[in-house]
């Protein structure tokens, strides 16, 4: 049975598959057919990258790109149009081209990636619901009935959290997170990342409970995402709330975008050379 997956489109007599990167605040995201990527932003990234879409790929890829990271932005395209037979498509001009898979509604502003997560969580469940992405920064997103995006809130993360501690007392150490085994710790280390973890988990958790209700009908469904999220699931469940893992959420969106895009739209998205 084919798969989101398994899209091709032809473009100009060339058939493409599709893949989709995100390019987030501390990793790039990789992520095509049963393959799924994750480099941090070390002196290798580049390099990884290159050699995955020059020396690890048997066809040529449509290319969606999403970024919240400008810095990384103009590196990262220049990597990509340096391997043969790619092509690199703007996600963020595709999304404002296809309202009908999310609708903007009020909101002003919101990061491309709170919109793409959103899309992606409705690939595998139907509105209402809650997306909530635990990185750098926690983003908890409300989406309706209707498809629409009703705004959310944002807070930082565990491991922003644990540098802030560090940076701003002379008591606390830096801690790489580990998840707190007591709800009270009985020293230091213990009690910063049973804080942390309960911080992250209260803030999600208020922010699902007043959603409940913002456009008449309370959120079927909690999706959650990001490389910490196992033990914010399980500190969530705690206080009775449940939710779902999903661990391609952004780029599922791009991917989504990508596969319900007119030829039109992608050929005007698509990223011109960028010279060094």
């Known amino acids: 049975m084919a798969t989101l997956y398994d899209t091709s489109i032809e473009l100009n007599g060339v058939v493409y598959g599709i893949a989709g990167i995100d390019v987030g605040n501390s990793r790039v995201k990789i992520h095509h057919d049963d393959v ?9 990234w580049k390099k990884n990258v290159q050699h995955h879409f020059r020396d690890h790929v048997n066809r040529r890829y449509l290319i969606g790109l999403s970024s919240v990271n400008p810095k990384q932005t103009t590196a990262i ?6 391997c043969p037979g790619h092509m690199v498509v703007n996600a963020h001009s595709l999304l404002m081209r296809n309202e009908a898979l999310l609708h903007f509604g009020d909101v002003e502003h919101a ?7 959103s899309i992606g969580a409705m690939t595998q469940v139907a509105p209402p619901l809650v997306t909530v992405d635990c990185g750098t920064a926690v983003t908890v997103n409300a989406i309706g009935a209707d498809r629409t995006f009703n ?3 944002i807070f930082a993360g565990v491991s922003t959290q644990l540098f802030g501690l560090a940076k701003q007392t002379a008591g606390i150490p830096e801690y790489r997170y580990t ?4 709800t009270i710790g009985q020293n230091t280390q213990h009690s910063v990342m049973a804080g942390v973890t309960a911080s992250v988990a ?10 409940i209700g913002a456009d008449g009908t309370a959120p079927a469904s909690i999706v959650i995402t990001g490389g910490e999220s196992a033990p914010i699931i399980e500190a969530l469940a705690k206080e009775g709330i449940t939710a779902t893992y999903h661990q391609h959420m952004v780029t599922d969106g791009i991917l989504t975008l990508m596969a319900n895009a007119t030829l039109h739209d992608i050929q005007d998205s698509v990223i011109g050379k960028i010279t060094t």
């Open 36 to 44: 799924f990527l994750s480099f941090p932003y070390d002196k290798d």
């Open 77 to 82: 395209v220049k990597v990509l149009q340096r």
């Open 111 to 117: 990061g491309i990636d709170r919109l793409l997560g």
């Open 151 to 153: 705004g959310g809130v």
């Open 179 to 182: 998840p707190g085994q007591e």
């Open 202 to 211: 209260g803030g999600i958790s208020y922010a699902v409970r007043h959603y």
